[in-house]
């Protein structure tokens, strides 16, 4: 049976008018289509091949730092120049690349979580990552992801469009009992042939089997939904200027659909390269591949941010990767797998402008095995938090079952008044 991620991802029709369209098509055009009210968003941002969080939420004040990365370390903020930490506290600072997220910080509306990750101690990309999407470290046997089993199940029709992801796989985190999209580009949706959309419509309608009536239709509601996003799409507000790249594409896409109120409740991106063995870092830090990837980022938060604009209150942004690095760095100016990492928080209602999380520090007996930073908080303490008061999901035994995270293990990001 074709699912609605190839259906929507292979549906590329032309409007020719809107007497001829099937229903779908024409409720899409003459906007008479139901449209779901405005919906809390979290989108969740994965940076795939275990990003450095040493090199991006640099903790300058910790001298042992500079002695385990004397080639690859950000220089502290007191440095002349303009490639040194962006000082944040006094004690960390951001990656330089990372300034247009600066003013965010600095206007409480990011948190970053040091020595935060997962408590697994697998070093393999594959099981991490796997882990990090299903929820439950070290469980193989986890069907589902964590972002489907927080969506609640609501008494009314939901919007087909409420988890997506941008993309032609869909995402392990978004996979489970609750429907997911996989859209490869909002823009590329047109309509080419109408009679054939005709008869897709009227072969899922008219078949035997009702779960394929209800994928089916399912199916043509999305695209009805993504053609109405697709003809009244505005152009990003001035100022928001996306990066090129896939993050920055993606971003903004998402920030559409938001902004179109079609009822998107999670959202999924993943942007891969954060695997440094070689050349993490250039002549200088605003030189090398972690600069390269930073600077997409950076410019992508920043804006999505403006982009949404007071929408922002209803929006929480999420980072993760699978694990960190190394705190020394081998001999290739890169780093290896590690342990514990950082993570970011940007929304509208978040308690920025914090450092959050015990910090451990680097020297040799305070390293997790004697080489890694160690971790502090719990992945599921931060997504804990997010789903219950943003998502409003309290029934956080189903998702992340097997863990105990209740409040009182939150790290209080969010305003909760």
């Known amino acids: 049976m074709p699912t609605r991620r190839i259906f929507v991802r292979n549906s590329a029709l032309l409007i020719a008018g809107a007497a001829a369209l099937p229903g779908w098509l024409s409720r899409a055009v003459s906007g008479s289509d139901r449209t779901p009210r405005r919906k809390k968003a979290l989108v969740a941002v994965f940076l795939r091949g275990a990003a450095d969080g040493l090199n991006i939420a640099v903790p300058h004040g910790e001298k042992r730092y500079y002695?385990?990365?004397?080639?690859?370390?950000?220089?502290?903020?007191?440095?002349?120049?303009?490639?040194?930490?962006?000082?944040?506290?006094?004690?960390?600072?951001l990656h330089p690349a990372?300034?247009?997220?600066?003013?965010?910080?600095?206007?409480?509306?990011l948190a970053i979580v040091h020595a935060a990750g997962s408590p697994d101690p697998t070093r393999s990309h594959f099981d991490a990552?796997?882990?990090m999407e299903s929820g439950t470290p070290g469980m193989k046997a986890t069907?589902?992801?964590?972002?489907?089993?927080?969506?609640?199940?609501?008494?009314?029709?939901?919007?087909?469009?409420?988890?997506?992801?941008i993309g032609p796989v869909l995402?392990?985190?978004?996979r489970g009992h609750h429907a997911a999209v996989a859209l490869q580009n909002i823009g590329d949706f047109e309509i080419r042939d109408t009679q054939a959309a005709r008869a897709f419509e009227a072969l899922y309608r008219s078949s035997p089997d009702r779960a394929i009536q209800i994928a089916g239709a399912e199916t043509f509601e999305a695209a009805s939904l993504l053609e109405t996003v697709r003809q009244r799409a505005d152009p990003p507000p001035r100022g928001?200027?996306?990066?090129?790249?896939?993050?920055?594409?993606?971003?903004?896409?998402?920030?559409?659909?938001?902004?179109a109120d079609v009822g998107v409740e999670v959202a999924f991106l993943d942007v891969s390269g954060?695997?440094?063995?070689?050349?993490?870092?250039?002549?200088?830090?605003?030189?090398?591949?972690?600069?390269?990837?930073?600077?997409?980022?950076?410019k992508g938060l920043a804006a999505f941010w403006t982009d949404l604009g007071d929408r922002m209150e209803d929006v929480v942004v999420v980072t993760m990767s699978e694990f960190g690095r190394t705190a020394r760095e081998n001999g290739n100016r890169g780093t290896d797998h590690g342990h514990a990492n950082c993570m970011f928080v940007l929304g509208g209602r978040v308690r920025g402008g914090r450092i959050y999380g015990k910090w451990p520090g680097l020297e040799p007996e305070q390293l997790y095995e004697g080489r890694d930073l160690a971790l502090t908080t719990d992945f599921r303490d931060v997504f804990g938090e997010l789903v219950y008061y943003h998502l409003g999901n309290q029934n956080l035994e189903r998702v992340f079952p097997g863990y105990n995270n209740g409040r009182q293990a939150f790290p209080g990001i969010l305003q909760t008044i």
Not at 98 to 109: E, I, Y
Not at 144 to 161: E, V
Not at 171 to 174: D, K, V
């Open 67 to 93: 002695e385990l990365r004397p080639t690859i370390a950000v220089p502290p903020p007191s440095s002349a120049g303009n490639e040194c930490a962006l000082d944040l506290d006094g004690f960390f600072g």
């Open 98 to 109: 990372l300034a247009p997220v600066l003013p965010l910080f600095q206007q409480r509306h």
């Open 129 to 131: 990552q796997d882990y």
């Open 143 to 165: 069907h589902d992801g964590w972002i489907n089993r927080a969506i609640m199940d609501g008494t009314g029709r939901a919007s087909p469009l409420r988890a997506v992801t």
């Open 171 to 174: 995402p392990r985190a978004l």
């Open 240 to 259: 928001a200027l996306y990066p090129p790249g896939r993050l920055g594409a993606n971003l903004r896409q998402v920030a559409q659909l938001i902004k």
């Open 274 to 298: 954060w695997d440094h063995h070689v050349n993490e870092v250039g002549a200088t830090p605003m030189q090398g591949q972690l600069a390269n990837l930073l600077t997409e980022l950076g």
